[in-house]
């Protein structure tokens, strides 16, 4: 057994460490899901990363081609019922056993990480929507099988997101990413090799084909349930919003890479929340098979519609806290006094209180992360 290829996640006390130390964005967003959802959400996101470090973390380019193999060589294992190597590949087994998980879908995923091994550079539009597909895209069809999404007319939308996110990705990790020999941007060998100007409409170009990709994911949301909605807006928009903000430093990828200030994370988390409710209020699935209650919270339509409005307003009140806490570091009178940080504090209550009452119509189903038994099926 390879102990290398991750060891971080081998167990579920330490998944969510993983995600929050690798996406605070995609942190953030995966708590406005349900309980049991968000579990198995963290879980594919733990093998999605497990699979890349696979890949960035290998001490030679033919340590990291082994690597991904015998991942590859899991994903048969897993399709034959048989047990599996690496401690990563636990994660993906139970979603397939659990969420009905396409293991092709997963193929896909690590093909992208072979396309990784052999980088050339990008020479066409298609070929790089081609990797994005393989890199992303995927993960929203897996993402669609662990929200019980099973309509055919949600798969498109949900590929378009995936595409987007990793366009916006890459957009933002060009030095990253020409650190480790690669550079995903179409007509373009060696970032550092361009004049600053070429590379500046080169991340445009991406960015403005992922704000394209981002419009087409919008009509995938009516497909699914109702307290999935908050989350997937919010990662949507969070995502689209990084791009936003390399736009607004003038494209500048190469000084440094672009993070979201605070505020304006509570405030595109705000936002995105109010824009959910109503959609999850008032919206109903066109037809049964738009979801399936397997895997979805059973509660009522009252419970969730609760659920929902809750989130919004504690979102909407931790961002009123960090605007007053920008007032009074920033004041323009000095009339203010303490009056803002008051408000702050006072909001950061109101923001927890809603928070925990939340919850209360959030329950995870009792299932263990992992399996304790590894040959249980």
């Not at 980088?119 to 897996?142: D, F, I, K, S, W």
């Not at 009252?302 to 909407?316: A, C, E, F, Q, Y």
């Amino acid at each position: 057994m390879d102990q290398s290829v991750n060891n971080d996640v081998a167990t579920s006390s330490k998944v969510d460490f993983v995600i929050r130390k690798h996406s605070r964005t995609f942190s953030l967003a995966s708590r406005c899901l349900p309980a049991k959802i968000r579990a198995d959400v963290h879980a594919l996101y733990a093998w999605c990363r497990a699979c890349d470090d696979a890949v960035d973390e290998a001490p030679s380019a033919e340590m990291a081609k082994l690597r991904v193999e015998r991942l590859l060589d899991d994903l048969e294992l897993i399709k034959n019922g048989r047990d599996t190597v690496h401690p990563a590949s636990n994660l993906i087994r139970r979603l397939v056993r659990n969420n009905n998980l396409s293991v092709e879908h997963a193929t896909d995923l690590l093909r992208g990480m072979q396309m990784d091994l052999r980088h050339t550079p990008v020479a066409t539009e298609g070929e790089l929507l081609n990797y994005c597909y393989h890199a992303a895209g995927v993960v929203g069809l897996m993402m669609c099988r662990i929200m019980g999404v099973n309509d055919r007319r949600a798969e498109s939308p949900a590929v378009a997101l995936g595409i987007a996110m990793q366009l916006t990705n890459i957009a933002r990790d060009v030095r990253e990413d020409s650190n480790l020999g690669r550079c995903y941007l179409p007509g373009i060998v060696d970032p550092a090799e361009v004049s600053e100007n070429a590379l500046k409409l080169a991340v445009d170009r991406v960015l403005s084909l992922a704000e394209k990709y981002y419009e087409k994911a919008e009509s995938g949301i009516q497909f699914l349930p109702r307290r999935c909605r908050v989350g997937i807006i919010s990662a949507a928009n969070l995502y689209r919003e990084i791009g936003h903000e390399i736009r607004r430093q003038g494209t500048s990828v190469w000084h440094g890479r672009t993070v979201l200030p605070v505020w304006r994370v509570v405030y595109v988390a705000s936002q995105s929340a109010v824009t959910a409710i109503p959609r999850s209020i008032s919206a109903a699935p066109k037809k049964e098979s738009a979801f399936s209650i397997s895997t979805y919270s059973k509660g009522s339509i009252m419970s969730d519609s609760r659920h929902t409005v809750l989130l919004g307003i504690s979102l909407t009140a931790f961002m009123a806290a960090a605007l007053f806490a920008m007032v009074y570091f920033n004041p323009k009178e000095t009339v203010y006094s303490f009056t803002p940080l008051i408000y702050s504090a006072a909001s950061i209550l109101i923001g927890i209180a809603t928070n925990f009452w939340a919850r209360q119509y959030d329950k995870p189903q009792a299932e263990a992360m992992f399996d304790s038994n590894p040959t249980r099926r």
